[in-house]
């Protein structure tokens, strides 16, 4: 978890500040911070967060940002990168949103470590449907 709080440095975000690591047989195969695309503005070159503009509050509305997440970025690295990544486990800082917890899923990921809560009860009962074992450290029940 150090590595991907590490990670979660480098992140360009201005409301939230997100990093994840995937680990597969004991090896970092990938990791991932939240911001914009390869190539574009971040959100602090274009005048601000779109979501804070518009009000949205968070675990709601993903679409509508500018950003990948962490996990969406750890996922696309391990695939650039020709890594396969199944059963592996991921290492986040933030509990994964709707969006990040079906990437999860289809990528064949087997575990979740999340280091604190996100409000996004869809992605709990995802991640639950799936069967996937997630720990949470700061205790909380993912049952």
Same mark, same amino acid.
């Given at each position: 978890? %150090?590595?991907?709080?590490?990670?979660?440095?480098?992140?360009?975000?201005?409301?939230?500040?997100?990093?994840?690591?995937?680990?597969?047989?004991?090896?970092?195969?990938?990791?991932?911070?939240?911001?914009?695309?390869?190539?574009?503005?971040?959100?602090?070159?274009?005048?601000?967060?779109?979501?804070?503009?518009?009000?949205?509050?968070?675990?709601?509305?993903?679409?509508?940002?500018?950003?990948?997440?962490?996990?969406?970025?750890?996922?696309?690295?391990?695939?650039?990168?020709?890594?396969?990544? %199944?059963?592996?486990?991921?290492?986040?800082?933030?509990?994964?949103?709707?969006?990040?917890?079906?990437?999860?899923?289809?990528?064949?990921?087997?575990?979740?470590?999340?280091?604190?809560?996100?409000? %996004?009860?869809?992605?709990? %009962?995802?991640?639950?449907?799936?069967?996937?074992?997630?720990?949470?450290?700061?205790?909380?029940?993912?049952?």
């Amino acid at each position: 978890m %150090d590595i991907a709080r590490l990670t979660a440095q480098r992140s360009t975000c201005l409301r939230r500040q997100v990093g994840a690591v995937i680990v597969l047989d004991r090896h970092l195969i990938a990791s991932g911070y939240n911001g914009a695309p390869r190539g574009l503005a971040h959100c602090s070159e274009v005048g601000g967060c779109y979501r804070e503009k518009l009000g949205i509050r968070p675990g709601e509305r993903h679409e509508l940002c500018r950003g990948l997440h962490a996990e969406q970025n750890a996922i696309i690295q391990a695939a650039a990168l020709g890594h396969a990544i %199944d059963g592996s486990t991921i290492y986040i800082t933030h509990q994964p949103c709707a969006i990040c917890a079906k990437m999860i899923v289809n990528a064949g990921i087997g575990k979740i470590i999340v280091g604190e809560g996100y409000p %996004d009860e869809l992605a709990v %009962d995802i991640l639950n449907e799936a069967g996937l074992k997630v720990v949470s450290l700061e205790g909380k029940d993912f049952e």
